[in-house]
């Protein structure tokens, strides 16, 4: 198991660009999540899936964000238009979500770091 | 909606001294709480967790914490810190006991610790 991964691990773009970003959960994990830490900040919550449903958005994530995870295992983030504002840290972490009670190994990636010029 | 509170912005302590971290959380029930560390552009590393259960919870690398429900508090401790310590540390809080999952977590602005020699 090597853990999360996301790719790549630093982005530099020019303002007005499409950005990709690709997280690979834990083999296991059905559930994968994305988040965003601007400096100085925690982590804030983007959107979800649990599978290749997509179960949450926040209202962070604007029509310019798109997320998806087709077959269920890794997923991308693309940001359209890129904007200064978008400048951040992008996590990715998964987690199993069983039948029973509880949620486990909730385990973060390196992250990918976006900066937009 | 839930909140996590993270008072301390900054906190300096020597080498070998011990260590808290204080952490409150705002939420409907019994949360998920978690507490997690960040070197210096890396991700994420989960410490340790709190479910259900005993409410004195040990982690990794000799931390842990305590869940007290009258003061909605999940505070970490160290008895003596190393200077590999040093880093930034986020409380977390997501779903409930109740409903059987963490999903989105939702993070505090962090704590950096600095220790000295």
């Known amino acids: 198991d090597t853990g999360v991964s996301q790719d790549p691990r630093h982005k530099i773009t020019k303002r007005g660009q499409n950005v990709t970003f690709r997280c690979d959960p834990i083999s296991e994990h059905n559930r994968l999540y994305w988040y965003r830490q601007t400096l100085g900040q925690g982590p804030e919550f983007l959107t979800y899936?649990?599978?290749?449903?997509?179960?949450?958005k926040s209202r962070l994530l604007s029509d310019r964000f798109s997320a998806e995870r087709p077959k269920g295992s890794f997923s991308t983030l693309e940001i359209q238009r890129t904007e200064q504002g978008d400048s951040a840290m992008y996590l990715c972490?998964?987690?199993?979500?069983?039948?029973?009670?509880?949620?486990?190994?909730?385990?973060f990636g390196s992250g990918t770091r976006l900066t937009v010029v | 909606a839930q909140s996590v509170t993270q008072p301390d912005i900054h906190i300096t302590v020597s080498e070998g001294a011990s260590l808290e971290l204080r952490c409150n959380y705002s939420?409907?029930?019994?949360?998920?709480l978690f507490w997690y560390v960040q070197s210096p552009g890396q991700g994420l590393q989960l410490l340790l967790k709190?479910?259900?259960?005993?409410?004195l919870v040990q982690g990794i690398k000799g931390f842990e914490a305590e869940f007290k429900r009258s003061q909605s508090s999940f505070n970490l401790r160290k008895p003596s810190v190393h200077w590999s310590d040093a880093a930034e540390y986020f409380c977390a809080v997501g779903g409930t006991y109740n409903t059987g999952t963490a999903s989105k977590l939702t993070f505090g602005t962090g704590t950096r610790l600095q220790v000295t020699l």
């Open positions: 939420y409907g029930a019994t949360p998920y």
């Open positions: 709190y479910f259900s259960g005993d409410t």
């Open positions: 899936f649990q599978n290749e449903a997509q179960l949450e």
């Open positions: 972490a998964s987690s199993y979500r069983g039948s029973g009670i509880g949620n486990y190994g909730y385990t």
